[in-house]
């Protein structure tokens, strides 16, 4: 098994919707999860950390993490063509200083 | 200069040049990392420093090496590459004490290898 997976997509929703970005893992110990987004040609950026179960909002964009099944999710509501990006999930394995990045999903937001 | 910034941004070299790519952070963290982003594939872990010493290789070829000669500044110097090494180089930097660190990249080099 992976151990960050990601539908690498693209997913595509219209201007004004939300968008659902998803996101498992594999060790159990994780503690941190992180969302980034990286805009063609461009550097990774932080969008949301979550640390506990249940959801994280921040502006547009809510967090849902539920470790006993080992998923975390974005949810990106009122979906703007701006946000037509990859969107990557990371985490650091426990204990360590690696952080494990999934191949990310790409989202179009069609005007 | 705020963030981490990296130099150069765009490096094309031959596969008997030797470069170096500089990474440098004004965040004070204590730890930072080299990242290597090829096309389609996620971002893989090269190296990461923790107090200026190397913890983790994450079997990365000896053409690559990387040096910390402080906590602000990290270089990865480059010797006889292949072409498949082309690929988006990134530096990170974090605060490592809480276990919920956030990583910080700079802007990247995009690197050609002829």
């Known amino acids: 098994q992976k151990e960050v997976e990601q539908n690498s997509g693209p997913l595509s929703v219209p201007e004004g919707a939300i968008a659902s970005l998803n996101c498992t893992y594999s060790d159990r110990g994780s503690q941190s999860f992180f969302w980034y987004r990286q805009y063609s040609g461009k550097s990774p950026e932080l969008i949301m950390s979550i640390y506990s179960n249940g959801d994280k909002e921040d502006g547009r964009f809510t967090a849902q993490l539920n470790k006993a099944s080992q998923y975390v999710s974005l949810l990106i509501r009122d979906s703007q063509p701006s946000d037509s990006a990859t969107y990557l999930c990371?985490?650091?394995?426990?204990?360590?200083?690696?952080?494990?990045f999934g191949t990310g999903t790409r989202l179009k937001v069609l005007a | 200069e705020t963030g981490v910034t990296q130099t150069p941004r765009h490096l094309v070299m031959g596969m008997t040049n030797k470069k170096s790519l500089k990474c440098e952070q004004h965040?004070?963290?204590?730890?930072m990392y080299w990242y290597k982003q090829s096309a389609k594939k996620p971002l893989e872990l090269m190296f990461v420093?923790?107090?200026?010493?190397?913890?983790e290789n994450n079997s990365v070829p000896s053409r690559f090496s990387p040096e910390c000669p402080n906590s602000s500044h990290l270089f990865l110097h480059l010797h006889t590459l292949q072409p498949e090494d082309s690929a988006l180089y990134l530096c990170a930097s974090s605060q490592e004490e809480t276990g919920k660190e956030t990583q910080y990249f700079g802007p990247g080099t995009r690197l050609l290898v002829l």
């Open positions: 965040l004070g963290h204590n730890a």
């Open positions: 990371a985490l650091p394995y426990s204990g360590t200083y690696k952080y494990i």
């Open positions: 420093y923790s107090l200026e010493e190397r913890v």
